[in-house]
């Protein structure tokens, strides 16, 4: 099947390289050229496993293109609508800015028969708006949510836990078909596919991901109780985890959650409720947002605390950027603001991070970068690990670092390390919500 991407961004991107690899013919349109050309050379523009293999290949094969001409998107059966929806920059609301646009530019190119599908997650009642429109050219809009997590994406658009399509009108059923056609090899793995109306399928989107924002801030709820009881909320976890109604996943307590998704979608989700005069069933959500913001606040408090109560002038050595690992994703990355609000403090920062240092440069230019773990750590103060990439969590060990400093503070951000193992190497070791 001929199939178009209406913006190649995160999200447009991976999906264009993967339908390709599954056997459909892809084209990757989006307005900025510099983007369009490294695509084009089957290059990623962003870290992503798993990407730039399905890129070239696709390119390679002949089946994967990108332009920048709205043009090269006529005589696409299906078009997916992949672009961002950034928090409103005076308020919390989602900017649907650039999905308007996508429509609009989209709308000459369409033919009847047509289905515009669209992944981006927008604020429940947008498809509804936007359906108006693309049915006015005998094309048919449908809702396909998107479900990716950053470093897992490839493998999270051709194998899906699950497919969700909300329809509405007179070509719902054909609709739905031909989306069950593009997705064939997972449908054939037994994949489940929801058909809905199109509200349902927005709200899916939004309400999966205040779920998993509510239950990072309910551990770190419990570990700010943990903090004033000496109770361990590691172990916390693992017990209520085993009660398979709540389940361990997402019980990680630490300096909290971040990235392109999670923040800005429950910040949106709680402004369109408000919207619809229901401000008060999602209210929690504000509180939600305030929990994983103060873990930051806290973090740096450890710090501090643990260098006698100043951090003025003293080299902390942080250990990530990106807001998770797996990721170059700087987007309101607590690892980031963590550096950030220690330099302010008058610290000597130095950061380190796989994948994120370039990213984190342009933001951040005040802070000093370096690619090696060692020399940041190298007669650090104090040492802080905050995104759990395997280079900090799992293969440095606190003999190792007590070689490359006299500084014996470890700030356990995620609560990765062992600290038995880090207190025996004669280090003070200080997780989130531990003894």
């Known amino acids: 099947?001929?199939?178009?991407?209406?913006?190649?961004?995160?999200?447009?991107?991976?999906?264009?390289?993967?339908?390709?690899?599954?056997?459909?013919?892809?084209?990757?349109?989006?307005?900025?050229?510099?983007?369009?050309?490294?695509?084009?050379?089957?290059?990623?523009?962003?870290?992503?496993?798993?990407?730039?293999?399905i890129l070239s290949e696709g390119i390679a094969s002949g089946r994967l293109t990108f332009t920048t001409d709205m043009a090269?998107?006529?005589?696409?059966?299906?078009?997916?609508?992949?672009?961002?929806?950034?928090?409103?920059?005076?308020?919390?609301?989602?900017?649907?800015?650039?999905?308007?646009?996508?429509?609009?530019?989209?709308?000459?190119?369409?033919?009847?028969?047509?289905?515009?599908?669209?992944?981006?997650t927008v604020p429940v009642g947008t498809a509804a708006e936007l359906a108006v429109r693309v049915e006015a050219t005998g094309a048919t809009l449908v809702w396909n949510p998107e479900f990716l997590r950053e470093g897992f994406a490839v493998q999270d658009t051709i194998d899906p836990d699950r497919l969700v399509v909300g329809v509405s009108g007179d070509?719902?059923?054909?609709?739905?078909?031909?989306?069950?056609?593009?997705?064939?090899?997972?449908?054939?793995?037994?994949t489940p596919f929801i058909v809905t109306d199109l509200a349902t399928a927005e709200l899916v989107k939004v309400a999966a991901n205040a779920f998993l924002a509510t239950k990072i801030s309910f551990i770190n709820a419990m570990a700010e109780i943990a903090e004033v009881t000496g109770a361990d909320v590691t172990q916390l976890a693992d017990a209520i985890g085993h009660d398979v109604r709540i389940g361990r996943r997402f019980l990680g307590a630490g300096i909290g959650f971040g990235g392109g998704c999670l923040p800005k979608d429950i910040r949106a989700f709680s402004a369109r409720a408000e919207e619809l005069g229901r401000g008060e069933s999602v209210a929690f959500l504000r509180e939600v947002d305030e929990i994983n913001l103060r873990r930051r606040d806290r973090a740096v408090q450890l710090v501090v605390d643990g260098l006698g109560g100043s951090a003025f002038n003293k080299k902390i050595a942080v250990l990530g950027a990106a807001f998770k690992p797996h990721s170059d994703d700087i987007r309101d990355s607590p690892a980031l603001d963590v550096a950030v609000r220690l330099h302010g403090l008058g610290a000597r920062v130095t950061v380190t991070d796989p994948a994120a240092i370039d990213n984190a440069r342009r933001v951040h230019p005040q802070l000093t970068y370096e690619a090696s773990r060692d020399e940041t750590i190298r007669d650090a103060d104090a040492v802080i690990l905050v995104t759990e990439w395997d280079e900090y969590r799992r293969d440095l060990t606190p003999e190792h670092a007590s070689s490359l400093t006299g500084g014996r503070l470890v700030v356990d951000g995620r609560n990765g390390l062992d600290a038995a193992a880090w207190r025996a190497a004669g280090w003070r070791y200080h997780g989130m919500g531990r003894p």
Do not use: W
């Not at 672009?83 to 429509?103: I, R």
């Not at 059923?173 to 593009?182: I, K, Q, T, Y």
């Open 1 to 53: 099947m001929k199939l178009s991407v209406i913006g190649c961004g995160y999200l447009g991107a991976v999906h264009a390289a993967a339908m390709a690899s599954i056997g459909h013919e892809v084209v990757g349109i989006d307005v900025d050229a510099r983007k369009i050309e490294v695509l084009s050379k089957g290059e990623a523009p962003f870290f992503e496993p798993g990407l730039p293999e």
């Open 72 to 120: 090269a998107a006529s005589g696409a059966k299906v078009h997916f609508i992949g672009v961002g929806t950034p928090q409103q920059k005076d308020g919390y609301a989602a900017d649907l800015t650039y999905v308007n646009a996508a429509v609009d530019g989209l709308l000459p190119y369409l033919s009847p028969g047509d289905i515009v599908a669209g992944k981006s």
């Open 171 to 190: 070509g719902a059923d054909g609709a739905a078909e031909v989306l069950r056609e593009v997705y064939a090899p997972a449908v054939a793995k037994g």
